[in-house]
Nanobody, 118 residues
Framework: QVQLVESGGGLVQPGGSLRLSCVAS????????MNWFRQAPGNERVLVATLTTTGGATIYADSVKGRFTISRDNAKNTVYLQMNSLKPEDTAVYYCNAKHRILNTRYWGQGTRVTVSA
């Protein structure tokens, strides 16, 4: 069982930056591929970024490539999402997700809201 707690959301102007954090507890953090998803009002939850267990590989949605960076600190059981050049269409609730590298079990955080508006 993994517990995930996100933080760092808020209101930011277009062009601004935010860094989201997700702290994991309850299991071996390095056994999990970490993901960030987001869900805008009226839309489905979609994958934003993925980072493998050792941080050796990343995947980004086309809409955020070049603007968002996912990283992890296995010593701190934390995954980050650095978001730069934010746009109003980035407004959503952002969710941290952990997927076990062998068992494929998934866990979700409670979400943190990001609003990009002037």
């Amino acid at each position: 069982q993994v517990q995930l707690v996100e933080s760092g959301g808020g209101l930011v102007q277009p062009g601004g930056s935010l860094r989201l954090s997700c702290v994991a507890s309850g299991s071996t953090f390095s056994d999990y591929t970490m993901n960030w998803f987001r869900q805008a009002p009226g839309n489905e939850r979609v994958l934003v970024a993925t980072l493998t267990t050792t941080g050796g590989a990343t995947i980004y949605a086309d809409s955020v490539k070049g603007r968002f960076t996912i990283s992890r600190d296995n010593a701190k059981n934390t995954v980050y999402l650095q978001m730069n050049s934010l746009k109003p269409e980035d407004t959503a609730v952002y969710y941290c997700n952990a997927k076990h590298r062998i068992l494929n079990t998934r866990y979700w955080g409670q979400g943190t809201r990001v609003t990009v508006s002037a």
